[in-house]
């Protein structure tokens, strides 16, 4: 998912890979922008830069959390000094497992995110970011887009894509970027703790595409009406 959203994004934004080891950093977002250069051409104003998780979040103006959700939290806590009240930060984060019978969310406790209140309340990975993170503003998203759709230059899909999110500018500010991304609709899903349902989504899309043979399962809300809608105007 990170490395699709770097391809498609670099094309009128500046981008920054990151990674625990910045040599791998660097070599992934060289092949990155390489691939991006060829398919987006002339168009493409922006460009992909290895660097470290410190100093991208340091620089960055939206930046988008998309890790393994059992190290999320840890390296959450370890850049939480580095973001910003100006920032916008998107997760694209689920917590779930495989199991004989498909796929199985596996929401988040108040224990693992090494949060007080409430402790038996289950909260989804992007309010656990936001707790950490705050006052950077935290936007969940991109869940149910198929990671091959954002790198297959090939595929020409429609997919609907939810955005939770306590902020309007935070949300205002995602939304115009999946706008971005050819045949993708953003749709509000309501305040950030509507990602708990969103994110429980994905192990149900993958379970269904399992038991019945179906690629790359998405989302799309019917029936669509384009004179009433005008989100990526």
């Known amino acids: 998912m990170g490395g699709g959203l770097a391809f498609r994004l670099a094309k009128n934004h500046d981008v920054f890979v990151t990674s625990r ?5 660097v070599q992934t977002a060289k092949s990155l922008e390489d691939g ?16 470290s998780d410190k100093d991208a979040v340091e620089q960055s103006e939206v ?8 190290s999320t939290l840890q390296v959450m806590h370890e850049l939480k000094a580095y973001f910003r009240q100006d920032q916008t930060v998107i997760s694209t984060v689920v917590s779930m497992k495989k199991t004989k019978e498909g796929f199985r969310h596996l929401p988040l406790s108040n ?3 090494d949060c007080s209140p409430d402790s038996a309340e289950q909260k989804s990975v992007a309010e ?13 998203t991109f869940h149910t887009v198929p990671a091959a759709y954002l790198t297959d230059t090939e595929k020409i899909l ?6 939770a999110g306590n ?23 309501g305040p950030l703790e509507n990602s708990r349902l969103i994110e ?29 809608y005008n989100g990526c105007t």
């Open 158 to 163: 429609d997919i609907d894509v939810f955005i």
């Open 128 to 140: 656990f970011i936001q707790q950490i993170v705050s006052p950077a503003k935290v936007v969940s």
């Open 21 to 25: 080891n910045l040599e791998k950093a």
């Open 200 to 228: 429980a989504m994905v192990p149900l899309l993958l379970t269904v595409a399992t038991l019945n043979e179906l690629k790359e399962p998405s989302i799309r809300v019917v029936p669509w009406i384009p004179s009433a």
């Open 167 to 189: 902020e309007d500018s935070a949300v205002e500010t995602t939304s115009k970027l999946i706008c971005e991304i050819p045949r993708l609709r953003p749709l509000k899903a």
């Open 111 to 113: 224990t693992q995110a």
């Open 36 to 51: 991006g250069r060829l398919f987006h051409k002339d168009r493409m104003i922006g460009s992909i830069n290895g660097s």
């Open 63 to 70: 930046v988008i959390v998309s890790i393994p959700a059992a």
